[in-house]
């Protein structure tokens, strides 16, 4: 088993899940436990099936997490049903609900009394991707940099769905979000942040500072109504935050968002 992370501050797993999924319905269950693979049960029964958050929360049960927040929007009933406490993960899992958002960063901000003072392992859960221990040297990164914000970095062609990171001399510069063209290699896909980035997102969304102040509403997108985490990162950027990163050239992820790339889960999984 890869070795846990030491840290002073409580680790702490945040997990939106309040998507609609638009893009694939009709689906028979929440795309969040939409069976992707299999696992090898503790009984004699042989694999069972496994579910696409199962991936996420696993990669960070192995960092020594031992709760995580999944937020939900009301109707999705079947995501507390399947994780139930987190005993199949081995983690505590917390559910808080919430109506309809104007995008993730105001729905994990639902939970933020809850998380504020921690360090976040960030992800997405209907992501599938690789390798098991890419929190565990995200925290590292952050470890030894002492950054506010790390992010990890996948490569990627479909930049039209993704936040595309602009990189200069090895470091962030910037976020494109889903631009129609890009030479952009590189997206994010997984964060670890500390309380200060936490306290950084949750005044902006308070205060209205998206709208009132202009901060970074991403060009490519100048009429978008939903606030994207990428916003919220470009805002920090521009305000001096410490943003770092961990590249990983040769790990692939799936987003099961459409159904094209479900297919292509299912049928590597």
Same mark, same amino acid.
């Given at each position: 088993m890869l070795d846990k992370i030491e840290n002073r501050r409580?680790?702490?797993?945040?997990?939106? /899940?309040?998507?609609? /999924?638009? %893009?694939?319905?009709?689906?028979p269950c929440s795309k969040e436990i939409f069976p992707v693979g299999f696992h090898e049960s503790s009984d004699n029964f042989g694999p069972r099936p496994k579910v696409a958050a199962q991936y996420l929360l696993e990669k960070? @049960?192995?960092t020594g997490a031992e709760k995580a927040f999944i937020v939900v929007r009301k109707g999705k009933w079947d995501i507390p049903a399947y994780f139930g406490s987190g005993s199949s993960v081995?983690?505590?899992?917390?559910?808080?609900? $919430?109506?309809? $958002? %104007?995008?993730?960063?105001? $729905?994990?901000d639902k939970a933020y009394s809850f998380y504020k003072n921690a360090l976040i392992l960030f992800g997405f859960p209907d992501i599938v991707f690789e390798p098991e221990d890419v929190f565990i040297r995200l925290l590292q990164k952050q470890a030894i940099s002492g950054a506010d914000l790390v992010l990890g970095l996948f490569k990627t062609e479909n930049? @039209?769905?993704?936040?595309?990171?602009?990189?200069?001399?090895?470091r962030i510069s910037g976020i494109d979000?889903?631009? @129609?063209?890009? @030479?952009?290699?590189y997206t994010w896909i997984i964060a670890v942040w500390t309380p200060r980035f936490t306290q950084f997102m949750h005044e902006c969304l308070q205060h209205n500072l998206f709208e009132e102040q202009k901060l970074s509403i991403s060009p490519s997108l100048p009429e978008k109504k939903e606030i994207f985490v990428g916003d919220v990162i470009q805002a920090a950027i521009d305000r001096n935050l410490s943003v770092e990163s961990v590249i990983f050239r040769n790990d692939c992820f799936i987003d099961i968002g459409t159904p094209t790339d479900l297919y292509r889960a299912v049928k590597m999984g």
């Amino acid at each position: 088993m890869l070795d846990k992370i030491e840290n002073r501050r409580e680790l702490v797993g945040l997990v939106p /899940a309040a998507g609609a /999924a638009e %893009r694939i319905i009709p689906l028979p269950c929440s795309k969040e436990i939409f069976p992707v693979g299999f696992h090898e049960s503790s009984d004699n029964f042989g694999p069972r099936p496994k579910v696409a958050a199962q991936y996420l929360l696993e990669k960070m @049960q192995i960092t020594g997490a031992e709760k995580a927040f999944i937020v939900v929007r009301k109707g999705k009933w079947d995501i507390p049903a399947y994780f139930g406490s987190g005993s199949s993960v081995s983690m505590n899992i917390a559910y808080i609900v $919430t109506d309809s $958002t %104007r995008g993730v960063p105001f $729905t994990i901000d639902k939970a933020y009394s809850f998380y504020k003072n921690a360090l976040i392992l960030f992800g997405f859960p209907d992501i599938v991707f690789e390798p098991e221990d890419v929190f565990i040297r995200l925290l590292q990164k952050q470890a030894i940099s002492g950054a506010d914000l790390v992010l990890g970095l996948f490569k990627t062609e479909n930049h @039209q769905k993704m936040d595309m990171v602009k990189l200069k001399d090895g470091r962030i510069s910037g976020i494109d979000i889903k631009p @129609q063209k890009s @030479q952009l290699e590189y997206t994010w896909i997984i964060a670890v942040w500390t309380p200060r980035f936490t306290q950084f997102m949750h005044e902006c969304l308070q205060h209205n500072l998206f709208e009132e102040q202009k901060l970074s509403i991403s060009p490519s997108l100048p009429e978008k109504k939903e606030i994207f985490v990428g916003d919220v990162i470009q805002a920090a950027i521009d305000r001096n935050l410490s943003v770092e990163s961990v590249i990983f050239r040769n790990d692939c992820f799936i987003d099961i968002g459409t159904p094209t790339d479900l297919y292509r889960a299912v049928k590597m999984g």
